[in-house]
C-alpha cells in the first residue's frame, strides 16, 4: 500500500542543522510532487515547502525561505529536507505529503497521504 | 495573500449535520481541500477540489465552494467524526500553499 515514512528529527540547539528523510513505497515517487508540512505541538498546519516531481520547481514558506532546503531522489525513493539555522520557534512534527500527480501547476494539488510525522525539537 | 479563516470550534449533537466554514479571498477561482485530523494522528484528506470525495470516505462529508466561503459538511455526524479539519489552498499570487486556522469538532 502507499506508505510515507519520515525520518531524522530529534534535539537539536538554536543554529544547529538537521536533515529529514522520507522514503516512500507503493507508488512511483517520480510521478508526483512532494511537500512538507509542519505542526508545532497544540498548533494548526504549517506548509513549508513544495517540489516537482523532477525537481526542476521548489516553493517555500516565507517562515524557512533562505534556511530549508527541499530535495529528492526518485531513484531511491526519498524526499528531503535539509534544515539549517534552527530556531526554537522551528519545533514542530514534521510530515511528508504526496502532492499533485503528474501535476503541471500546483494551483490544484492536495495532499494525500501523509506519513506519521518526525519530530523536532530546536532547543539549549 | 490568502488567510484562510475557520471557526475554532463546531459543537454537534450525534446524528446532526455539522457546517466548517473557510472564509477566503477569491475562493471562487481556487480549489479548496479539507483534511480530518484525529488526537495522535497524521491528517487525512475527506474533500478535493471543492467536492469530491475520496475512496473510503463516507458520502456523509460534502464540501462546497461559492464566493469567498468554503464549506465541510458532515451529515449524521457519529462520535468518530471528532477531530479538528483543515481547508487548503494554493495562493497562486505568492506560489505558497496555504491551510485554514482549523476547527475543532466536538460531538456533544
Redesign the interface.
Same mark, same amino acid.
Given at each position: 500500500q502507499v506508505q510515507l515514512v519520515e525520518s531524522g528529527g530529534g534535539l537539536v540547539k538554536p543554529g544547529g542543522s538537521l536533515r529529514l528523510s522520507c522514503e516512500a513505497s507503493g507508488f512511483t515517487l517520480s510521478d508526483y510532487y512532494m511537500?512538507w508540512?509542519r505542526q508545532a505541538p497544540g498548533k494548526?498546519?504549517?506548509?513549508i515547502s513544495?517540489i516537482s516531481s523532477t525537481s526542476s520547481t521548489k516553493?517555500y514558506? %516565507?517562515s524557512v525561505q533562505g534556511r530549508f532546503i527541499i530535495s529528492r531522489d526518485n531513484a531511491k525513493n526519498s524526499l528531503f529536507l535539509q534544515m539549517s539555522g534552527l530556531r526554537p520557534e522551528d519545533t514542530a512534527l514534521y510530515?511528508c505529503a504526496r502532492g499533485g500527480y503528474f501535476s503541471s501547476?500546483?494551483?490544484?494539488?492536495?495532499? %494525500?497521504?501523509?506519513?506519521?510525522?518526525t519530530l523536532v525539537t530546536v532547543s539549549s | 495573500s490568502d488567510v484562510l479563516t475557520q471557526p475554532p470550534s463546531v459543537s454537534v449533537a450525534p446524528g446532526k449535520t455539522a457546517s466548517i466554514t473557510c472564509a477566503g479571498n477569491y475562493f471562487g477561482s481556487?480549489?479548496v481541500?479539507w483534511?480530518q485530523?484525529k488526537p495522535g494522528q497524521?491528517?487525512?484528506?475527506v474533500i478535493?477540489?471543492d467536492t469530491d470525495r475520496?475512496a473510503g470516505i463516507p458520502e456523509r462529508f460534502s464540501g462546497s465552494n461559492s464566493g469567498n466561503t468554503a464549506t465541510l459538511s458532515i451529515t449524521r455526524v457519529e462520535a468518530g467524526d471528532e477531530a479538528?479539519y483543515?481547508c487548503?489552498v494554493?495562493d497562486?499570487i505568492r506560489?505558497?500553499?496555504?491551510?485554514?486556522?482549523?476547527t475543532k469538532v466536538t460531538v456533544l
Open positions: 511537500g508540512i494548526g498546519l504549517e506548509w513544495y516553493f514558506a %516565507d510530515y501547476s500546483p494551483e490544484r494539488d492536495w495532499f %494525500d497521504p501523509w506519513g506519521q510525522g | 481556487k480549489s481541500h483534511y485530523q497524521a491528517p487525512k484528506l478535493f477540489f475520496p479538528d483543515y487548503q494554493w497562486n506560489d505558497h500553499c496555504v491551510f485554514g486556522t482549523g
